[in-house]
């Protein structure tokens, strides 16, 4: 009986990255630790620095580690978030004043920044949508556990939220959903489109972007009972800090 050939063994710098990946995914290195750097893979493993640089590069391009210009190579090991749909849009809870990014983050401590809020001609899409040749705009940016993990821009019908806590950075309790029932306008009906791409340079910068980390983009129509667009929010999340997660009945 013929034995199969012994596959050649993987090259020096994959093999110093696999052994380099497991230490992270057992957690023998946490988020934020730093690598070794290419000097002491070079005396450890006795190789040339280009090796010892594309070792650690397959763990960039994998989304493991993100390099720090002047400082060196870090894990980037980040535990997701479980975005569920349904749940964090339910009325139950920003009809209660809560947040729907408590429902996302459970306890972990997240900010907002980057907010800026104008009144803007609506694109073509968005005022077919709300029926508005001017929309309020409010952009932001999501921060969870210290990381940036989401850029929001939500718009409005500007005649709508003009002179609400809508067009201001603090919108209160339960947010623009709470305030949009207050004014007659409860949103009833939510149509959330998905898709991936990679990032355009400033959602880069802004979200830390590792090279080669694709974003989600996730754009919420939110709808009264009687059909009426009130608000279109475009959310790009950092794909390798969350789970997407949707419930269906049979």
Not at 52 to 63: C, D
Not at 97 to 105: K, P
Request: aromatic share 6%; glycine share 8%; net charge neutral.
């Amino acid at each position: 009986m013929q034995q199969s050939p012994v596959p050649p063994e993987p090259p020096i710098y994959r093999r110093i990255a696999d052994g380099l990946r497991e230490a992270i995914l057992s957690g023998e290195l946490r988020d934020g630790d730093r690598l070794p750097g290419e000097n002491a893979l070079m005396t450890e493993y006795g190789i040339a620095r280009a090796t010892a640089r594309q070792a650690l590069s397959v763990l960039i391009n994998e989304g493991l580690a993100v390099p720090r210009r002047g400082s060196g190579v870090y894990v980037r090991q980040f535990r997701p978030l479980r975005r569920h749909g349904s749940r964090r849009l339910s009325q139950r809870r920003w009809g209660r004043g809560q947040a729907i990014w408590d429902s996302d983050t459970v306890g972990r401590p997240y900010t907002v920044d980057e907010v800026v809020i104008d009144k803007e001609a609506a694109e073509e899409a968005v005022a077919r949508v709300l029926d508005s040749t001017e929309v309020w705009v409010r952009r932001r940016r999501y921060s969870v556990d210290g990381r940036p993990v989401q850029l929001a821009v939500s718009h409005f019908p500007a005649a709508l939220v003009e002179d609400t806590p809508i067009v201001r950075p603090d919108t209160g309790p339960g947010g623009v959903y709470a305030r949009l029932s207050e004014l007659g306008h409860t949103p009833a009906h939510f149509i959330e489109e998905v898709r991936a791409r990679m990032p355009h340079p400033h959602e880069t910068v802004s979200l830390d972007l590792p090279p080669g980390t694709p974003v989600i983009v996730v754009c919420r129509t939110a709808y009264t009972a009687e059909g009426r667009g009130v608000e279109v929010n475009e959310m790009v999340l950092d794909a390798a800090a969350y789970v997407l997660q949707y419930d269906f009945d049979s």
